[in-house]
């Protein structure tokens, strides 16, 4: 077995985290950790064909995503996280089911900064929340063209102003259908290419 489906097979029916127990999460993170030694982009930030594009969440530590599930009545959807090199910006995009016609979309944009060969610094600066439908929200790409395109969404579209609001992800293994990152709260990201 690769060692790509060594972790694919650890994280199969966690709902990217949300069912891991903690004898779950060792097992993730040590399998992780013997993908990262076989990293075959040591310098992720140099590889941008590699690391453009939209990317869907398969399995995070990270419980401010988690806890997106945690509202009654709704459901946590599709995680992506779309990197646009261009720009040097990131888009989270998380999709919300709930009851018919209630469907939301939960959008954190981003700025960020290299700052060495692996690690960027990630400076957020504008979130959305809504419903999908009141959004015109139809797939991330589409939505990050709008966003790129300086509209503006109602009700709450508002700019993360607080100088706290940034933080930091090493990309600690990258090809061409897999990421993974660890983030400064100490969470780890495990995402696949769309």
């Known amino acids: 077995m ?7 097979e650890a994280i199969a029916g966690k709902n990217r985290g949300l069912l891991a127990n903690e004898m779950d ?14 990293n075959p982009t040591p310098e992720p930030l140099q590889a941008k064909e590699l690391l453009e594009g939209n990317w869907r969440l398969l399995y995070t530590t990270s419980k401010s995503i988690l806890g997106l599930d945690r509202f009654p009545l709704f459901t946590l959807g599709q995680i992506y996280q779309c ?30 900064e290299p700052v060495s060969e692996r690690r960027i610094n ?8 809504g419903l999908q439908r009141l959004l015109g929200y139809t797939s991330p790409s589409k939505f990050i063209e709008e966003l ?25 293994y990258l090809d061409e259908d897999m990421r993974v990152g660890r983030g400064n709260e100490g969470n780890v990201f495990i995402l696949s290419k769309e």
């Not at 999460?25 to 076989?38: M, T």
């Not at 089911?97 to 944009?109: C, F, I, M, N, R």
């Not at 990630?122 to 929340?129: A, L």
């Open 2 to 8: 690769s060692i790509k489906a060594e972790l694919l």
């Open 83 to 112: 990197i646009r090199t261009t720009n040097a910006k990131i888009y989270n995009v998380a999709e919300v089911s709930g009851l018919p016609w209630l469907e939301g979309v939960v959008s954190v944009a981003a700025r960020f």
């Open 148 to 172: 790129e395109q300086g509209n503006k969404f109602l009700p709450l579209d508002f700019s993360i102003e607080n100088r706290e609001q940034k933080g930091w992800l090493d990309i600690t």
């Open 25 to 38: 999460k060792v097992k993730v993170l040590s399998a992780i950790q013997h993908l990262e030694d076989h």
């Open 122 to 129: 990630v400076i957020f600066e504008r979130s959305i929340i």
